[in-house]
């Protein structure tokens, strides 16, 4: 069995006027874009970015997402977007919890799960390629 290594990584973002809808909140599909943002960050950790991902011959396709709304963003408030990789083996399955920077308090939670195809082929792979254990620094049993 692989070792669990706990990866993470957050951004801080202001909540721009042109992602609020007319009740002042953040629209709900922005959310989507908060976490595609901190997941970014999380993979640049990784060492295994979609410039990366694309390199050595995978796409990563979002394959699944579930998001949980417990307290409205608001214009101008900042929030962090902290992810965190909790499978690697055979999808890459993040966490995502949005709070307040002022307050510390859940506003957003939720998850994403992506799957590696073959660019070459166009084949969807049942467990992760080597190169992400490569990256992750972990070795395959």
Known sequence: MT???DMEAGV????PFYDIDSANIAWHGNYVKYFEVARCVLLDKLNYNYVDMTESGFFWPVVDISIRYINPARFKQKIWVNAKLVEWENRLKINYLITDIKTGSRLTKGYS????VKISSGEMLLASPPILYERLGLKRL
Not at 12 to 15: A, F, G, Q, S, V
Request: proline share 0%; glycine share 0%.
């Open 3 to 5: 070792k669990i290594i």
């Open 12 to 15: 801080e973002i202001e909540i």
């Open 113 to 116: 799960v992506q799957v590696a």
